[in-house]
């Protein structure tokens, strides 16, 4: 009996001690498959985080690379299918130039932002504009790149103030009654790397970077500036110039920001294909 009962317990024992082992097993796998999932989700979690903080400096490149010019095949090759094209027929008649086959390309890649394009019958793109939608999307757009010297960026999201602010500039105000489209624009006209461009930026309410209040009290302002500036006579295309010394002028280049860039093909007329409003308006904006 002591036999069978030594046997006993030997086998008790045993099974004790490899149950014991298989329990130990069994906790040391399941909290190496927590560390596992914990890690795969952590790692997931950096994967989505760095894709989402990086597409911005991506979408940057893209736009940096465009230019005015390029052929519509281009633009399709690094943005996508436009998802609004029609014919174009606001261009400003000039002698031996006409509107016939013209055509308004509108690209929405992201929601931050719009690509408008005016092309041509040979698809060649008469001017490229940008319009941010977001106060986070902010490309930066060299102008006149094969000059150290008058060089100068254009950021979208910055005050008009801090664009070439040593520089007397263009400046016009422009309203387009029934929508009730404002903006106020400058340009400028400078060599580039394959000939001389004609470049602008501004601020409109399209796609406004500031509050509907703060953007009702800046059109009241430039309404105001508007009347005053028209004691000045404009220049042949109808645009109103100021020294950036006027006060008034300095205070409303504070209060915009910039939301719209626009560049020409080379030799290109910015006012013959934008008389008024810069880039998108709100009929292909969204």
């Known amino acids: 009996m002591g036999a069978a009962e030594e046997a006993g317990d030997g086998l008790a024992g045993r099974v004790h001690a490899l149950t014991r082992r298989n329990l130990i097993v069994v906790i040391v796998l399941f909290v190496s498959s927590i560390v596992t999932a914990v890690s795969t989700l952590v790692t997931a979690y950096n994967v989505v985080l760095r894709s989402t903080a990086d597409w911005k400096p991506a979408e940057y490149r893209k736009l940096r690379s ?30 031996g130039v006409g509107n016939s086959g013209l055509t308004k390309h509108v690209f929405r890649p992201r929601e931050d932002y719009r ?3 005016i092309t041509d019958r040979t698809g060649a793109t008469l001017v490229y504009a940008v319009t941010s939608c977001s106060r986070d999307f902010k490309p930066p757009f060299e102008v006149n790149r094969n000059s150290a010297k008058d060089r100068f960026t254009i950021n979208l999201g910055s005050p008009l103030a801090e664009v070439r602010p040593s520089e007397t500039t263009v400046y016009q105000w422009m309203t387009a009654t029934g929508a009730r489209q404002s903006a106020v624009s400058q340009r400028v006209t400078t060599g580039d790397e394959d000939g001389m461009r004609e470049y602008a930026w501004g601020s409109n309410d399209v796609c406004p970077l500031t509050s509907d209040a703060a953007r009702q009290e800046s059109d009241s302002l430039w309404s105001q500036w508007e009347a005053w500036q ?12 100021a020294e950036r010394s ?5 205070d409303l280049l504070r209060r915009s920001l910039v939301n719209v860039y626009v560049e020409t093909q080379p030799g290109g007329s910015i006012y013959q294909v934008y008389p008024a409003l810069l880039g998108v308006t709100r009929s292909n904006a969204d």
């Open 115 to 117: 690509v408008e394009v």
């Open 66 to 95: 465009l230019r005015g010019g390029h052929t519509i095949e281009r633009f399709t090759q690094v943005l996508g299918q436009a998802s609004y094209r029609v014919p174009y027929v606001d261009l400003v008649p000039r002698p």
């Open 246 to 250: 006027d006060r008034e002028t300095q």
């Open 230 to 241: 028209q004691r000045r006579t404009p220049d042949n295309d109808g645009v109103y110039s």
